[in-house]
């Protein structure tokens, strides 16, 4: 079981997995419908191309790909 510092947001997908942000990092954490991880994104903000510092908001299309909004940076990201 995770335990989060700072979940900022969590979302959707359409296989009703549970997207979780945490702005540690930040991170992403994808559950199943049982509460299984089955997906980790952690320090989003080291990955190529993409500046998160304060993660704010985040959406969850249905085809599992996401997009961030980062305050600081005043920017959305879309991650696939």
Do not use: C, W
């Amino acid at each position: 079981v995770n335990t989060f510092s700072e979940p900022v947001a969590i979302g959707i997908n359409s296989r009703n997995e549970l997207f979780v942000l945490e702005k540690d990092g930040p991170s992403l954490f994808i559950y199943d419908v049982h509460g299984a991880l089955v997906n980790t994104h952690r320090n989003l903000s080291r990955k190529q191309g993409v500046s998160l510092s304060k993660p704010l908001s985040m959406a969850v299309l249905p085809n599992g790909d996401f997009f961030i909004l980062d305050q600081t940076s005043a920017s959305v990201t879309h991650i696939d």
